[in-house]
């Protein structure tokens, strides 16, 4: 379904092979990460630091993610990642750096 997500936290998600990467989401999202963990299709998730700042990096990743990705149906059968651009990387990267995480 097609919503409107405003990003107020960060996380980290364990990948099924181990490997850990840090999402800009927020409660919905981190529902659906959840899960995603109680269904065996990632291994972990975990809250870094709730409400963060609405600055400017953290804008422009949110319309990048609401323009490409719906949210997913709650029946869903595979965890979407999603994918960062070079140009959304940095963005996500001055986020952690904002929030002194990283």
């Known amino acids: 379904m097609k919503s409107h997500e405003t990003f107020t936290l960060i996380e980290e998600i364990t990948r099924l092979d181990g490997s850990k990467y840090m999402e800009i ?3 919905v999202q981190n529902g ?3 899960l995603a963990v109680e269904r065996g299709l990632i291994k972990q998730v975990r809250i870094l630091q709730l409400n963060i ?3 400017p990096h953290v804008q422009a990743y949110e319309d990048y993610v609401n323009e490409n990705y719906d949210m997913p149906a709650e ?3 595979t965890f979407q990642e999603w994918e960062k651009p070079a140009e959304m ?5 001055a986020i952690l750096h904002e929030n002194h995480i990283g």
């Open 89 to 93: 990387q940095k963005e996500v990267d």
């Open 32 to 34: 659906r990460a959840e």
């Open 25 to 27: 989401s927020d409660m």
């Open 75 to 77: 029946d869903f059968k």
């Open 53 to 55: 700042a609405h600055t």
